[in-house]
């Protein structure tokens, strides 16, 4: 070897010897989410791609930032990426159809401009700019390729909005994934790393707000200490187009102000919340306005001095109208008084109210009627408002699905609600109202309740991490379908090869179907256990509040199960609109899936399989608990081709899930038996222990359940 | 270039790029501690050593690994590791001294094996190897030769353990570094790979039990489930010499035993205990013991039924004692009924005792007589109890040291008590008492309660882990002195390069004095806000028992100011020797350091200075101030020196710690001001703020305090 050949040779092994270092040091522990640029097989070479950035805002800095990131991406052809906004001048002299675009809209292309072939990120916004680099990434780490790349895209929905559960002392309401992430102890002081990466996922699947604190809200949170630690993080955030929320207790002026009142009718309680609008527009110019709580679960509101939803809302929303703002109003209200149907109490006080609402106000309504379950039918709100806006609540972190251990990818539950049509008028569906286009509303939003804590993967899990991405993915575009999405997640987060993204996508997209057959069958819901809602407990009939007690919502008896929604029982079906009214009133028209929500039915009802409903019942258990096994069978496969610290993690996971799914089936059954007397179809195992013991077990260290 | 040199060149420019890569991805975020392998600048290549382990326990794995994972640090020239105990044959032929290195000590030199020169890493079990790998790894980090290397120890204290006190929700008492590192709830079945590398950093200092539950302790930590996640946390322990110890509540056989009494003398308790007792071990075969708070602070205890603290102690030890399992039992009581002094307590109650312990009972006693304050004189129970076991607990974690955010090392504090003479015994050190050398007990121990939680850098900040770091080295040698200990860690947490050790040592070793200076001059105690004890709350004098207020301990009126401990108070100093009482009845003989401590002065009271206390105290809390004023000069001057993520975070925290150092300063002298009337001397800034603004600040979401 020649002197030259010799020095490049130890040059090599000592690269060789530092890769060996960095490698051991750098653990693949999840911290880096979907946003993996790791080189594909495909791609030999690679080197850092020359980027143009024709701005110099903080968020063309920080899509070229991105960019760099993710070099390892590119091929050695790759061509000078150009960003810049529709106003640059060789941009507009293309003539490029980016009107349509508006203003967080995207188009990836390759372009001539004067006689360079350039590979050209633009929108009418640096928002838009970064949307589109992001894109970019998503699409090479899709394994797509750079020849005749096409990606353009608009946002269907306005505002993409995490609500953090998140309490001023750290602890997550709901939450399973560590503490908050806030540390408002350091704040504002400290800039913790990783508020930046939060901003940079959530800005990689279009998420654009997010609401900082629990809506069961504590008035501190609009103290000037705490405005100021919120203004720091929006100052994190702001380059990432992302705005900051909060949630507002609505007797902060009483709190706060010493006022004696929180009327939003009395001017003085008006005139604090102006004055304390001001006040946090002052630190947080771009702040989104307001989420609020009110009369439910113990939540103060305007109803306390008999003013309707509309005049609570009204009175904030003119707060924060001069500065842009808006105020998210919830319509998950219940226990003001004991109900009727707790399913029916937010239609019967919002229903009214529609028309009632200031320009500025938008409804978030959840998905379903009761909260959160495995399963649910839409929200009848869902097309019954049409002269109000109403965004839908989804709760990414899994309260009543098996919390962070289970694997249930929530996918198909975002997809099965905004795909359910309303009947209201032809052809809509949920998404429909959600992104306005029947009615025409342009404040149109999707909020989702974060997975996301200290944890060092974020959210307690891989495949967790799937669902914070499909609820933005989703909220980008409701109609992008459940599978899709898990393809782009699972390629992005593991590779984009097949062998590892078909099983993936395989043991996701079943998954969420598995929680409901192991835990709320054919209907079933709110049977798990008191407050921290870990694990199964029908039996329980005891607590003070009738709608508080599993036994209210399935009512099973000797002769059968379910809530009669009907006109012989609370009549809740006619929340929805005539037609499908009449389809939901009849069990025969009652999609099996939620047959027992609506209706009491015998035991012995023959189902569309030839069972009996109790066969069918016992059938879906073990459908849910078999289910479980596949996946770990899936994983198992998978062993060599994903890395080791998440494979094991989620191997372990899955068997914690395959035991509690076992739990939840053989509690169920135990219970189901004494009460209708019947035995268990030929050739089922029976439960494990007896009903006692499963009556027996505690939990009291249940995360997620502050006291 | 040949075909061979233009591939080789391409294969160098892609490990060029990955390096990029994976550069870009590993942070300098903390978490590798100290443990930090990185090439040393005096070696300009490195490889993999030749390791040869003669054993193959995991203990014997661990070390080879952790060699492994130092790699970077051999020359090329490093002979074969060889890893083996005193009875391998090869090393039984040397004759070399082992026998006096117990079952933890090591020694690591250069030997010549039949024709062989090798590096050989000896003891007399496996543990006391891997202590010989982390010694060898040290020295190379802090940048020693393998020249004529001969490192030789043995730990001075037997039992060498951290307590935790997390609760089983996750909250951490008096922890400022997130959550509890226990993930209670996935425990048993998920072993974070964090457990693992917390016994790595355990074992590279020494430590050798952890006591994993608050000593406020609830019995739920004694049942089934509790002791499986105790017992997988153990399995991940043991192959690094970490034994599990938990903290016991006294009244458990009633909440879990369903007894009517805990009454230590009653048959069934004492059945109770040693049924559970060996309920642990069938799990933990090796579990260390418990460790008790009882009738202390509301806590359950044996004088509940009227009996001693060791009637108490005595019964556990015997159902620990035919596993060769031990009982710590705390000193540290007060507040069963209102106190003469809450300094005398401990010793009214534990001196009595002498001589009526179990043997496998050690009693663990604070480093003071309060409560971890910034400054105490050494307990006076240390030198008076001469037939019992003393253990000393110190507190790592900065309940009252300004939390996480200030940079206060304790190495000099931990060093200042350890070499206090007690006068008891001629010469007789604290250290000496709790090494057993001069009662010749073999039961020894120190106890530190950690500052270890999920935050990424695992103690709040990367100064933190310096008392960590000191704790566990000084517990294996509480001799080795607190500057040696800081050069050490700041060697291996930066580089070993005097440009940067030098001046971060500098910084230590006067950080905790400037607490002291800015909080609680003098001998001042326990003047710190109400629960949280965040910032300054001498005006506090409301609370309902006595020795909960500030006026308690500060007693400052008109007149002067400090507790009168002599004969004419309290006569506390009467607990410590005759020789010691004399000296510190006297003020002219007090160290002024602990003059406030001990007696009550006037405000004109002449002081070696030259000045009067008050200005003293003045001058105090300015020379407190600048000292972090130093400091952040000094670490401005390193920005280039160190990493940007850690200095960075250490740059703002000094920021706090300067605003919050002159606001105790401030609210502190604006009260003595109200008190004593005095102006402040001629040229001295006065406060920022009136008094009442001070007493005006709430910090309710302060951490580190569970309600």
Not at 44 to 69: C, K, N, Q, Y
Not at 141 to 159: A, E, H, M, N, Y
Not at 640 to 654: G, M
């Amino acid at each position: 070897m020649t002197a030259l050949s010799r020095s490049i040779v130890r040059f090599a092994l000592l690269l060789a010897a530092i890769i060996g270092m960095t490698e051991t040091a750098y653990a693949e522990d999840g911290y880096d989410l979907w946003l993996r640029y790791r080189t594909q097989a495909t791609t030999s070479t690679h080197r850092v791609p020359t980027i143009e950035a024709r701005g110099d805002t903080a968020t063309f800095r920080a899509a070229t930032e991105e960019l760099r990131r993710g070099a390892a991406l590119f091929g050695t052809s790759t061509p000078t990426i150009l960003l810049a906004t529709a106003d640059d001048r060789a941009v507009a002299a293309l003539h490029l159809p980016l009107a349509t675009l508006g203003d967080e809209g995207y188009r990836v292309g390759r372009v001539t401009l004067g006689n360079r072939r350039v590979l050209l990120i633009t929108a009418n916004t640096d928002r838009g700019v970064l949307y589109g680099s992001f894109a970019l990434l998503r699409h090479l780490q899709t394994g797509g390729s750079l020849d005749r790349i096409d990606l353009t895209s608009t946002p269907r929905v306005k505002l993409r909005v995490l609500n953090h559960w998140d309490n001023l002392d750290g602890v997550v309401e709901r939450g399973y994934a560590g503490a908050s992430l806030w540390d408002w102890w350091t704040l504002p002081d400290f800039h913790d790393p990783r508020y930046a990466d939060y901003a940079r996922a959530n800005a990689s699947i279009g998420i654009n707000g997010t609401v900082l604190n629990n809506v069961n809200a504590k008035a501190d949170s609009l103290t000037a200490p705490y405005i100021a630690k919120a203004a720091a993080l929006a100052d994190v955030f702001r380059p990432y187009g992302i705005k900051v929320y909060l949630s507002a207790r609505f007797s902060a002026p009483i709190e706060l102000g010493g006022l004696k009142t929180a009327d939003p009718l009395d001017p003085q309680v008006a005139a604090w919340w102006k004055a304390k609008s001001d006040e946090i527009y002052r630190s947080i110019p771009d702040f989104g306005g307001f989420l609020v709580k009110a009369n439910s679960e113990g939540q103060p509101g305007p109803r306390d001095y008999h003013r309707s939803h509309a005049d609570g809302a009204n009175m904030l929303a003119a707060a924060v109208r001069p500065h842009g703002g808006i105020v998210m109003w919830r319509a998950f209200v219940y226990a003001e008084t004991d109900p009727e149907d707790r399913a029916k109490q937010a239609y019967t006080e919002f229903k009214p109210l529609d028309g009632q609402f200031a320009p500025n106000v938008i409804v978030q309504v959840k998905n379903g009627a009761i909260d959160f379950q495995p399963r649910e039918p839409f929200h009848p709100l869902f097309g019954a408002m049409p002269k109000t806006p109403l965004m839908i609540e989804f709760q990414i972190t899994k309260e009543y699905l098996g919390f962070a251990t289970h694997l249930a990818y929530l996918g198909p539950l975002f997809a099965e609600t905004l795909g359910s049509e309303t009947m209201q008028r032809p052809g809509e569906t949920v998404a429909d109202v959600v992104d306005g286009s029947v009615e025409g509303h342009t404040l149109t939003g999707m909020a989702g309740v974060a997975n996301i804590g200290r944890d060092r993967d974020w959210a307690g899990s891989t495949f967790n991490q799937a669902n914070w991405y499909a609820f933005g993915r989703m909220a980008w575009d409701p109609t992008l379908g459940a599978a899709p999405v898990a393809r782009e997640w699972a390629a992005m987060t593991f590779a984009p090869s097949p062998g590892i993204v078909d099983p993936v996508v395989a043991m996701m997209m079943g998954s969420r179907e598995a929680v409901v057959d192991y835990m709320t069958p054919l209907g079933l819901a709110h049977v798990m256990a008191t407050g921290h809602h870990y694990g199964p407990g029908p039996w329980i009939a005891d607590l003070k509040r009738p709608e508080w007690n599993p036994v209210y919502y399935h009512r099973a008896d000797k002769a059968g199960i379910g809530f009669d929604r009907t006109r012989t029982g609370s009549n809740a079906v006619a929340q929805y609109a005539p037609a499908l009214a009449r389809r939901l009133a009849d069990p025969a028209t009652t999609p099996e899936r939620a047959l027992l929500w609506f209706h009491h039915v015998p035991w012995d009802r023959r189902m569309a399989s030839g069972r009996s409903l109790w066969a069918e019942m016992v059938h879906d258990y073990d459908s849910g608990v078999a289910y479980v096994a596949d996946m770990s069978r899936k994983w198992d496969a998978l062993k060599l081709d994903i890395d080791a610290e998440r494979w094991a993690k989620t191997a372990t996971y899955l068997a914690v899930q395959q035991r509690e799914a076992q739990w939840w089936r053989d509690a169920s059954l135990a219970y189901w038996m004494s009460v209708n007397g019947r035995a268990l179809p030929a050739g089922t195992a029976p439960p494990a222990h007896d009903l006692a013991w499963y009556k027996a077990q505690r939990f009291p260290y249940a995360p997620g359940n502050p006291q």
